[in-house]
């Protein structure tokens, strides 16, 4: 009756939903959060941001939280001497500081350890089990405490020297383990969960959906769904038997179902995930155990599973066990966390490991946030190029005649134009880096028609004071930076609202649609008006990342370097990188 009802409400859910619901993995609550985390968390907001501002009308929700039953929490709160509740709610609480810092804006935060989950996996566990697709059996195999699985003789390494053996894949060791559990039907999804994954665009980047098939060509063996309550008892117990506890995989995996109220059937509202954003480590209990589990409880399986690869140190996984991790609140002292965003987002790529540098991170930062957006902002409002501290309106004729005789406002003109659909088209592949070089190639075509253009000749110098094309210059120049502002607001959500806050931009011209609105397109640039700079707001961006030794520098000059004066060439230089270059324009 119930299952009628779900499929009935599906149906409708199917065709009038405008709901779009985004997941992150929840994160073990075993040690602190490193990069590797954020950056699950980070391309899951930047998603959700885009789907806001590109689809209005759609509800789009984000949940994220922590992963706190199993032996290895258990053991890491051993180790610190710490009640296992007050350790999770430790960890719990820097993983929601470290996030909110990065303004992820997650609708939800769940714990593992929450009541309302422990009902919702009690629920999805009598409906396995009322379906026929749980039972008892003895099990024993090599089992993996780290990465709480059973393993197969293949899938392990010995060690013949210590005669331990090693899980291949995360190099975890294993231990012989022999008992009784509940067991999953597995094998009877195998044709179900291949069929699933083969969809057009369910698991992406694609090379994930191979690795899977792969799998997927070997008879899938059942899977113990719950371990003996006296080794795992910081779990949930399988209800109507004390002496068993659920698997913590089957626990974790339906947060995803209790963040949206479930069993409750409003929970259907959101259902099913829209995408659901993963490491590649956790693929195969995504793409084989989540569809299964959920096709067995008659419920639809993801959309889409995104799945990225990792951030390596020195070309190593970066993880806790290997003390190589980099926290996000000390890089963020370095870069902010706006600049630690950016970093992940403009770097990583989702099919292949990224290697995590300072050095990198520090020359990309100053290179793009500093000085291709930032400084262009600080010479567009610069006191002396721009006294009355205004966004002008461009004057057609001057308009016309840039585009006819500078070639460098023609480039600009065509980057403008093709702004929106190339990043749209980057932004619905989640593929970030590639929004973030279009909007650098668009700002460097700004830069460049700003050389060109001259602006600050025209304030009354050898060539007289020419007002209107200044100010047509300025115009064109702030609505290049407008429209990246607007394009980079899922990315580096704080810098885009400071920028569009200095131009003035209201909220309601901060959307999508309004990327169309400039004086390339020359209709609706006729509408613009001239208006006041928000004052309150400063020009100063991105200040540029020095490194250790230059800052020194800085704080105590040489004398014989404080006297020396610059060379022309040396003058030029510092203007074009200082984030606020007055100089130049002046
Ligand atoms: N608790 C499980 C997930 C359960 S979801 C139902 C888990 N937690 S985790 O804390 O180990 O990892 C959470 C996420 O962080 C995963 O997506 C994982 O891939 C990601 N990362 C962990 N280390 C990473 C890197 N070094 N680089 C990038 N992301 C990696 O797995």
Redesign the pocket.
């Known amino acids: 009756m119930l299952i009628r009802r779900i499929k009935q409400l599906k149906c409708l859910g199917a065709r009038y939903s405008s709901s779009h619901y985004v997941t ?5 609550v075993n040690a602190a959060p ?4 954020l ?2 968390a980070v391309i899951a907001d930047a998603h959700c941001r885009y789907q806001k501002l590109r689809h209005p009308a759609t509800v789009v929700r984000l949940c994220t939280g922590t ?1 706190e039953h199993g032996t290895k929490i258990q053991q890491a709160a051993a180790s610190h001497n710490v009640p296992v509740d007050q350790y999770c709610q430790e960890i719990s609480f820097r993983y929601r500081e470290v996030f909110q810092a990065a303004h992820i804006q997650n609708d939800d935060f769940i714990r593992t350890t929450e009541e309302r989950h422990k009902q919702a996996v009690a629920q999805f566990w009598r409906t396995l089990q009322g379906r026929g697709h749980i039972y008892s059996a003895a099990y024993s195999g090599w089992y993996c405490v780290s990465d709480e699985v059973f393993l197969t003789d293949s899938q392990l390494r010995l060690d013949e020297a210590s005669g331990t053996r090693y899980s291949l894949e995360s190099g975890h060791p294993v231990e012989w383990t022999e008992e009784t559990n509940y067991m999953f039907r597995l094998s009877q999804f195998q044709d179900d969960v291949r069929h699933w994954v083969k969809q057009e665009a369910r698991i992406r980047p694609a090379k994930f959906e191979k690795i899977l098939l792969d799998t997927l060509s070997e008879p899938l063996p059942d899977v113990s769904v719950s371990r003996p309550s006296n080794r795992v008892h910081w779990a949930i117990p399988v209800p109507g038997d004390e002496t068993q506890t659920v698997y913590v ?1 089957l626990d ?2 339906v ?2 179902l209790s963040s949206l109220g479930y069993p409750n059937e409003k929970f259907l509202e959101h259902w099913p995930p829209a995408q659901q ?6 693929l195969k ?2 793409g084989i155990y989540w569809p299964a589990f959920l096709l067995a409880a008659g419920l639809q399986p993801p959309q889409q599973l995104y799945v ?5 140190v020195d070309g190593q ?3 806790k066990s290997k003390h190589n991790v980099v926290d996000p609140v000390q890089a963020a002292q370095q870069y902010t966390m706006e600049g630690l965003r950016y970093f992940l987002l403009r770097e990583g790529v989702a099919h292949s490991d990224g290697n995590y540098s300072q050095v990198k991170a520090q020359r990309i930062l100053n290179s793009e946030l500093a000085d291709t957006l930032g400084n262009l902002l600080s010479r567009a409002c610069a006191k002396s190029l721009n006294p009355c501290q205004v966004y002008p309106q461009p004057h057609a004729e001057h308009l016309a005649d840039l585009l006819q005789s500078v070639d460098a406002a023609k480039r600009l003109r065509d980057s403008l134009l093709q702004l929106s659909e190339r990043c749209e088209a980057h932004y619905e592949c989640n593929h970030f880096h590639l929004v973030a070089d279009t909007t650098m190639a668009a700002l460097h075509a700004a830069n460049n028609f700003f050389e060109s253009a001259k602006p600050w000749e025209l304030k009354g110098g050898k060539e007289g004071a020419n007002e209107p094309r200044l100010a047509t210059i300025i115009a064109m120049t702030m609505d290049a930076l407008r429209l990246c502002g607007i394009v980079l607001q899922p990315i580096i959500p704080q810098l885009a609202t400071r920028l569009l806050d200095k131009l003035s931009v209201p909220s309601s011209q901060r959307g999508w649609d309004c990327l169309n609105e400039n004086f390339a397109r020359r209709d609706s640039s006729s509408n613009s008006r001239s208006h006041q700079l928000d004052g309150q707001s400063s020009a100063m961006l991105f200040q540029r990342i020095m490194d250790e030794k230059d800052k020194t520098v800085e704080q105590k000059p040489q004398p014989q370097q404080a006297k020396r004066s610059k060379s022309k060439k040396e003058r030029l230089k510092t203007a074009t990188n200082a984030t606020t270059a007055t100089t130049t324009t002046s």
């Open positions: 992150t993995p929840i994160f073990y490193h990069i590797g985390h950056y699950s992963d995989w974790a995996l947060n995803y954003v993963i490491g590649k480590d956790i209990f995504h990225h690869s990792h951030w390596t996984k970066m993880s």
